[in-house]
């Protein structure tokens, strides 16, 4: 019986040092302040060997970055570096993957480059720096739908309880793109949502003239609003 009962004592003592460690863990793990925005659903979740893989390429490319010397392109650096982000994002070394996206933004600043930094500030939870690194990517390329959505859906969680100042940026977005059906059938939704009912119909009547495969969504969209 005494036997038994000290087995239990050791047992329970076992349990509460992985307690422990587990709470431990919890503590010194990076900690991510997230707005309240559906940017930061895409973290990849790893299984351990998906993990190991990622850790063992991330190693590799910094290694192969670090042989780089001067005579290197800045094509090759600009590739290697964006492999070296994916690895770092993909194991959520956030503070690692900013400073690979500046060391690449330094190199070469593209469009692309600025809202990949901008969508990692934003997760970061950076809302500030994200909008302005958006608005530089926008001034570079102001005819690319996606930099303008990326916008505006910052601008919806940053204003969600004021959406009407939305309309100018959609009307600026229209213009820059030459009216994209993106932002077209974007700009008709939000119209939706605002209650303007006739200028969301004659939205989604443009975006059924643009996209005829969406007529069906477009269709649905009109009617509940007649």
Known sequence: MKKSH????????ALLVVVGLYFLFLSTSESISYPETSFHDGKTYLDPVGKNEAEK????????YDSYNASTSVYTRVGTLMRLYGYQESLWSYLEAKKTLETLISLQTSSNTLRTYALLL????????????ID???????TLPDLWNTKIDFLRVLHKNNLKNLDSTYRNAL????????????????????????????YYKKATE?????????????????
């Not at 000290?6 to 003592?13: A, G, H």
């Not at 934003?122 to 690194?133: D, S, V």
């Not at 530089?136 to 102001?142: E, K, R, T, Y």
């Open 6 to 13: 000290t087995k239990y004592i050791r047992l329970f003592m």
């Open 57 to 64: 390429n991330l190693a590799e490319t910094q290694k192969l």
């Open 122 to 133: 934003w997760k970061m939870g950076g809302p500030r720096e994200a909008m302005e690194a």
């Open 136 to 142: 530089h990517a926008i001034v570079l390329s102001p």
């Open 175 to 202: 213009k820059k793109t030459n009216n994209s059906i993106d932002i077209v059938s974007g700009y008709a939704h939000y119209l939706e949502q605002m209650g303007k009912k006739s200028e969301s119909i004659e």
């Open 210 to 226: 643009m996209n005829p495969q969406g007529k069906y969504e477009y269709q649905d969209a009109i009617n509940r609003q007649q």
